[in-house]
């Protein structure tokens, strides 16, 4: 999404009303991630950024939301992994993780309140080419559990994949060790989590997820706007893989802005997503988003 003369994650999306004055305001993309984490019960928030991302520090610094955020610099583009794990210090065993990417928009509102488990735990989502993602398999006879991860490969297009993770701070620093006792050789999470599996330890999934866009690209914002994505779907109810997704409610939508960027790679043009750690992976400024906090529930509510 370069050159824009700032970060993606600050593009307007939307519109939403400021608590107490009441007055309209548009929203930007990552706001999207800090509402759901928030929703969640989040106490504190992390974003994991380039050493160029300022704009993101200024904006947050003058949110409602200044208390409970700081920040963690990636200092070079070596993966999510990398990104994700560098939040590993500011984690306290006891408390819950909720891992999301900050360019990416999802619904509903709710998932991560209601996929707090006793592992990590992967809320998957419907998308129309799920080889450009990671792509969740479930356990033939407990759709519950993971049996393997997908990372961008060929194959059935009824896949659902990730597209954000929970997990218990205990579990999160566990999985962070992991991978330094691997030499931090895993970029993508999907090839770590297999390796995780293969160790022996449980990994969860849902199909809590109904609408997902990746707005990391000027094709994806396109997407995202004409999609209406700011727009709560009228039913929170998962949808079956594959399924069209629920009439949206009419709202106003934001002003039209035109970037340049990027050329995008091959891909369907009539494709609504993009996969989620394609460029992420090998990009620092896109390194991701982390809240941590307690929570009301307990891991244990979720099996």
Not at 211 to 232: I, N, Q, S
Not at 280 to 287: G, I, K, L, Q, Y
Request: proline share 9%; glycine share 12%; charged share 25%.
């Amino acid at each position: 999404m370069q050159p824009l003369g700032g970060s993606k994650e600050l593009l307007p999306l939307g519109w939403c009303e400021d608590a107490g004055g009441g007055k309209t305001r548009l929203r930007v993309i990552s706001e999207y991630l800090v509402e759901r984490m928030l929703a969640a019960g989040a106490d504190r928030l992390c974003f994991v950024v380039a050493a160029e991302k300022a704009d993101l520090l200024r904006y947050y610094a003058q949110s409602g939301w200044a208390a409970r955020v700081f920040f963690v610099v990636q200092p070079q583009p070596l993966g999510l992994c990398d990104a994700v794990f560098r939040a590993a210090p500011l984690i306290h065993p006891g408390e819950p993780v909720l891992i999301g990417l900050p360019d990416t928009v999802w619904h509903p509102l709710t998932a991560f309140g209601q996929a707090l488990t006793p592992q990590v735990h992967l809320i998957t989502f419907p998308v129309a080419h799920p080889e450009e993602f990671d792509a969740v398999i479930p356990v033939p006879e407990d759709g519950g559990r993971v049996e393997h991860i997908e990372v961008k490969v060929p194959g059935p297009a009824g896949r659902r994949v990730w597209g954000a993770i929970t997990a218990p701070g205990a579990e999160f620093l566990a999985l962070a060790q992991f991978w330094r006792q691997r030499q931090c050789r895993d970029q993508y999470l999907g090839d770590l989590l297999n390796a995780w599996i293969a160790a022996g330890h449980r990994v969860s999934c849902d199909r809590l997820g109904t609408h997902y866009w990746d707005v990391g690209t000027p094709a994806g914002y396109a997407r995202a706007l004409g999609g209406r994505a700011w727009e709560e779907p009228s039913s929170e109810l998962a949808l079956p893989v594959g399924a069209a997704p629920a009439p949206r409610r009419e709202v106003h939508a934001g002003p039209r802005i035109e970037r340049a960027g990027r050329e995008l790679p091959p891909s369907d043009p009539d494709d609504p997503q993009r996969g989620h750690d394609g460029d992420r992976e090998v990009d620092a400024n896109d390194a991701g988003d982390l809240g941590a906090g307690k929570h009301p529930k307990q891991y244990g509510q979720r099996g």
